[in-house]
Structure formats: C-alpha cells, structure tokens
C-alpha cells in the first residue's frame, strides 16, 4: 500500500508565500516523476509543475518565474515553493508520483486559497 501525505496548504495573502509538502510512504521501492497539480472549482485539473528522478523540471506557465518545484530521492518527498501568491492560485493542489511499471498515485489534496 503507498500513500502520498500532503501538507501546507492553508490560507494566504496575496503576493503571500506558502510551501507544500508531500511525501510517499509504504512499500513503494523508486518513484520516477513526481508533481503537483490543482483544481480550481469549476476548472479542470492542470499540472503546476513536475520534476524528475534526474532533477528535470516543468512548469505551468502561469507560474514560471514564482513556483519551485524540488524533491529528495532519499525521502520520497517532493515540495513545492510558492511565492507572489495571487487570487488565481487558489485551488485544490494534489501531489502526484509516478512509479515504474505505470504505476500512478494521488495525494489526497490540500487547499490553497489565497485571498486578503
């Protein structure tokens, strides 16, 4: 069985900066990519940003140049860095790893509202 706790969400100013978390715990051996998606109400799921086992990264390109995305192979967590938090970032973030054999698991979501 494999999990993917998330935490840090919560509510923020705008221009704010907030930091998810998310790590795989159970018997999973490699994870290969691992990311964050979210889903603002109404709106379909998107990806935000995704990084590789080799450290590659992608981002959406709403928010190129304010999300970080990183990881640690050792703890199978991967962190999301957010700063100029705006309005339009508010969503449901839910982590995302992919593991060999096309294996695919979901973190459960966390809540992100950024609003003065």
């Known amino acids: 069985q494999v999990q993917l706790v998330e935490s840090g969400g919560g509510l923020v100013q705008p221009g704010g900066s907030r930091r998810l978390s998310c790590a795989a715990v159970?018997?999973?051996?490699?994870?290969?990519?691992m990311g964050w998606y979210r889903q603002a109400p109404g709106k379909q799921r998107e990806l935000v940003a995704s990084?590789?086992?080799?450290?590659?990264?992608s981002y959406a390109d709403s928010v190129k140049g304010r999300f970080t995305i990183s990881r640690d192979n050792a703890e199978k967590r991967v962190r999301l860095q957010m700063n100029s938090l705006k309005p339009e970032d508010t969503a449901v973030y839910y982590c995302n790893a992919q593991a060999p054999g096309l294996r695919v698991y979901w973190g459960q979501g966390t809540q992100v509202t950024v609003s003065s």
């Open positions: 159970g018997n999973i051996f490699s994870i290969d990519t």
């Open positions: 990084i590789t086992n080799g450290g590659g990264t």
